[in-house]
C-alpha cells in the first residue's frame, strides 16, 4: 500500500509549464498560480506554445531541481515531461488540458480546471511504471498497425472540431485503408508467439487509451508489468464486438484477442512497420518494450484508488 506522501508543502520550489496551445491551457494560468502561491513559497509559472518550445521550457524548470514540476497539457506534453523526471526526486503534477487525458483518466485526477488544481494542494504522491520502447519513454500504450493510422488522421484541427468524438472519427477513416500484417512476439521466457492477419498489436502501460478506452480490465500503472494484446482482422461483425468490449474493459475476452502480460518482449513484423508512442510514431518495428518500475513520483487525488499495488520507492 503507498504511504501518502503529501503532494505539496510550504518550504518546496514548484515549477509550472502549462502548454497553451492545448485545448484549456490558456485559462488555468492564472488559476494554478494563485492555487500553488498559496502553498509553496517558490512558484515558477512558463506558458509556452508546444515542441521545441516545451523541450527548452522543461529543460529551463528542471535545471532548478524544483520538488514538484506541473506540466499542463494533452498526454504529448506530459509525456515529455515525465520522461524528464524519471528516477529523480522532481515529483509530477499533472494537468490534464489536451483531448484524451489518458494518463489523468488512469490516475483518477479530475479533468475539471478547478479540481485538478485542488490535487496539486491536496492530493498525495505515488509511484508509477514508464513503459519504453527501445529505450524511449510512453505512459499509456505504444501499439503497431490500426493505431498508427489513427494516429496519421488526428490531426490537431480535427481534435478542434470534434472534440473527444475526433478519435472515433479518425479510426473509423483508418480502418477503411487498413491491411492486416503478421508479427512474432518474443516474451523474456524464451516463448515466441506467432501470429498472422493482424489489425493491431498494442502494448500498455497504464489502464486507458484513445481517449478513454480501457487496456485490460486490471491493467494497473504499478504492476511491473506490460499488458500486451494482438488482435486479429476478422471480419466487420468482429470489429463492431471489439469496438463494444474496449468500451467496456473487457477486450482480452474477445476470441479473436490473443492477450498476454510481460516484463520485457520483442515484436518482430513481417516487414518494418512504424510505432505509435501515447500518439506520436517514434519508432519502428522489430522494437523492444519493456517495463520501467517506479519511474515516476506523481501528485494524484487524496481518495484515487491508482498506484495501490506497489510501496513507494520500492525496488
Do not use: W
Not at 200 to 228: C, E, F, K, M, W
Not at 258 to 266: D, F, P, Y
Amino acid at each position: 500500500m503507498q504511504p501518502e506522501t503529501p503532494a505539496t508543502t510550504r518550504t518546496d520550489r514548484v515549477a509550472v509549464v502549462v502548454n497553451t496551445a492545448s485545448r484549456r491551457g490558456a485559462r488555468v494560468l492564472p488559476v494554478v498560480e494563485r492555487a500553488l502561491r498559496g502553498v509553496a513559497d517558490e512558484v515558477s509559472v512558463r506558458p509556452v506554445h508546444g515542441g521545441l518550445e516545451l523541450m527548452e521550457a522543461l529543460a529551463v524548470s528542471l535545471d532548478d531541481e524544483p520538488d514538484l514540476l506541473v506540466a499542463g497539457g494533452g498526454d504529448g506534453t506530459i509525456g515529455c515531461a515525465a520522461e524528464m523526471v524519471a528516477h529523480t526526486p522532481t515529483r509530477l503534477g499533472v494537468l490534464p488540458l489536451g483531448t484524451a487525458n489518458d494518463f489523468a483518466r488512469t490516475l483518477e485526477i479530475p479533468s475539471g480546471l478547478v479540481e485538478a488544481v485542488d490535487t496539486l494542494v491536496t492530493g498525495k504522491v505515488v509511484d508509477v511504471d514508464l513503459g519504453r520502447v527501445d529505450g524511449r519513454a510512453y505512459l499509456n500504450v505504444a501499439s503497431v498497425g490500426l493505431s498508427v493510422a489513427v494516429t496519421q488522421r488526428l490531426t490537431p484541427r480535427l481534435k478542434r472540431r470534434l472534440g473527444r468524438f475526433a478519435y472515433p472519427a479518425a479510426t473509423l477513416a483508418a480502418y477503411r485503408s487498413h491491411r492486416p500484417f503478421a508479427a512474432r512476439l518474443e516474451l523474456a521466457d524464451g516463448t515466441e508467439l506467432e501470429l498472422t492477419d493482424l489489425m493491431q498489436v498494442a502494448v500498455g502501460n497504464g489502464r486507458h487509451y484513445g481517449g478513454g478506452l480501457t487496456v485490460a480490465p486490471h491493467a494497473s500503472i504499478d504492476d511491473h508489468l506490460l499488458d500486451v494484446y494482438a488482435v486479429e482482422q476478422g471480419r466487420l461483425r468482429d470489429h463492431v464486438s471489439v469496438a463494444r468490449l474496449l468500451r467496456t474493459g473487457h477486450l482480452v475476452d474477445h476470441e479473436r484477442v490473443h492477450h498476454v502480460t510481460a516484463r520485457r518482449l520483442r515484436l518482430v513484423t513481417d516487414e518494418p512497420l512504424p510505432v505509435n508512442l501515447d500518439g506520436e510514431v517514434a519508432a519502428t518495428t522489430p522494437a523492444t518494450f519493456e517495463v520501467d518500475r517506479n519511474a515516476l513520483h506523481v501528485v494524484v487525488p487524496a481518495r484515487s484508488r491508482a498506484a495501490r499495488l506497489d510501496g513507494r520507492g520500492s525496488p
